[in-house]
């Protein structure tokens, strides 16, 4: 079986159409449905129900796709890897992901592909919006906090980090006078990354404090701006410890007490296995998983 069948016949798969799959490859309809009617010749079974939304895979498939899948995305990933150490892989890279997570701890990542030429473009958005832009192509690499559902997406983890309850030191030292730490810690203002108290609700879970009927005072999707708030002494929040830490070293901001413990949220890179064709997106996923890694923000 040769490798662009392959590649054929998994984007078909991922995709349940063949006009989909040719869109993304590049290809005719009739091209892709020759790909596919080869390798059913080879295996000398069918490997897709057609109907008029779209196909669906047949048991054969199934068994096909789990054989070779990930193995295909990971051989095509390092072909491109390599072809882009021997070649001018000069170009535009789009990436999504938190506002944040960009300038705090990716921005400086990015240093050696901006050297070898590649021009980088970063766009902020939510898990919602980095899906999107991610399989409509685009973007061609996301980072988000949340892992990917999406079976068309693949991901690793690139960086781990610890979640803190932070406030000015005026407002911890009036939650830590109160008589009822829990009761204090819900009458202060709240500054939330979303209405759904992301971040916030598993720490007042893991901590026994209720989160029922809690509403924060401000929502915004960019934490920079609540910890500005936070640093004049307005309210409290929990946030990665990369975008506290610096202020919390200053004095200006300080940990909140965890009567259980707090937490660590981790970050993934994601991306479109057939993003992974093209050299510049290969080296650069490569380049930032190396630099990263599962660890690096442990």
């Known amino acids: 079986m040769s490798l662009s069948r392959m590649r054929t016949f998994i984007e078909v798969y991922r995709q349940r159409s063949i006009s ?18 080869g390798l059913e010749v080879v295996i000398g079974r069918p490997l897709f129900e057609r109907s008029p939304s779209g196909v669906k895979p047949t048991s054969a498939a199934d068994e096909l796709a789990a054989d070779i899948g990930d193995k295909l995305d990971v051989a095509e990933a390092a072909l491109s890897s390599a072809r882009a150490r021997s070649m001018d892989i000069e170009g535009v890279l ?3 992901g ?38 409509e192509g685009h973007c061609d690499l996301g980072v988000s906090a949340q892992p990917v559902f999406d079976t068309r997406l693949k991901s690793e983890v690139i960086f781990t980090n610890k979640v803190l309850p932070v406030a000015s030191p005026s407002v911890a030292e009036r939650l830590l006078a109160a008589e009822k730490y829990d009761e204090a810690i819900r009458s202060e203002p709240l500054l939330a990354y979303n209405l759904e108290l992301s971040l916030i609700d598993h720490w007042l879970v893991k901590n026994r404090i209720s989160v029922e009927g809690l509403v924060p005072a401000m929502v915004s999707q960019d934490l920079r701006s609540q910890r500005k708030l936070l640093v004049k002494g307005f309210g409290w929040s929990v946030m ?25 949220i981790q970050y993934y890179l994601l991306w ?7 050299a510049r997106v290969a080296h650069a996923r490569q380049s930032l998983l190396s630099q990263l890694g599962y660890d690096a923000g442990s």
Do not use: M, W
Request: proline share 7%; with cysteine; charged share 20%.
């Open 272 to 278: 479109l296995p057939s993003a992974l064709r093209q």
């Open 240 to 264: 990665p410890e990369f975008l506290c830490r610096e202020q919390i070293a200053k004095g200006e901001l300080v940990e909140l007490p965890s009567p259980i413990g707090t937490r660590e």
């Open 98 to 135: 938190y506002g944040g997570f960009l300038e705090e701890i990716l921005s400086e990542q990015l240093l050696p592909l901006l050297e070898s030429g590649i021009k980088v473009r970063l766009h902020t958005g939510n898990n919602d919006l980095i899906t999107s832009l991610l399989l």
């Open 20 to 37: 989909s799959a040719a869109r993304s490859l590049n290809l005719t309809q009739p091209a892709v449905s020759q790909h596919i009617s």
């Open 94 to 96: 789009q990436i999504v």
